[in-house]
Nanobody, 117 residues
């Protein structure tokens, strides 16, 4: 069993920045990948960014150049630095992790990000 707990969401003006963090309840070394998805009202959940255990990254086209994902294996955390935020980035952001011993991914409870003047 893995618990993922997100933090760092909130209200920010367009052009602003937020840093999301996801703390795992156990070592993330074998978690592959870890990352972030988001879901806006009335829309399907979509990939934002993922990072493999080897450090390879994958970003949605809509966030490339603005968001940066990172992993801290020592702290069992994955982070998402979000810069130049836009109103269309408004969504609930979910931490995500796949582990070798379970076929389904683990999800956090989500954290709300609202970008508004």
């Amino acid at each position: 069993q893995v618990q993922l707990v997100e933090s760092g969401g909130g209200l920010v003006q367009p052009g602003g920045s937020l840093r999301l963090s996801c703390a795992a309840s156990r070592s993330i070394v074998s978690m592959n990948p870890m990352g972030w998805y988001r879901q806006a009202p009335g829309k399907q959940r979509e990939l934002v960014a993922t990072m493999s255990s080897g450090g390879s990254t994958n970003y949605a086209d809509s966030v490339k150049g603005r968001f940066t994902i990172s992993r801290d294996n020592a702290k069992n955390m994955v982070n998402l630095q979000m810069n130049s935020l836009k109103p269309e980035d408004t969504a609930v952001y979910y931490c995500y992790a796949r582990v070798p011993w379970y076929s389904e991914p683990y999800w956090g409870q989500g954290t709300q990000v609202t970008v508004s003047p």
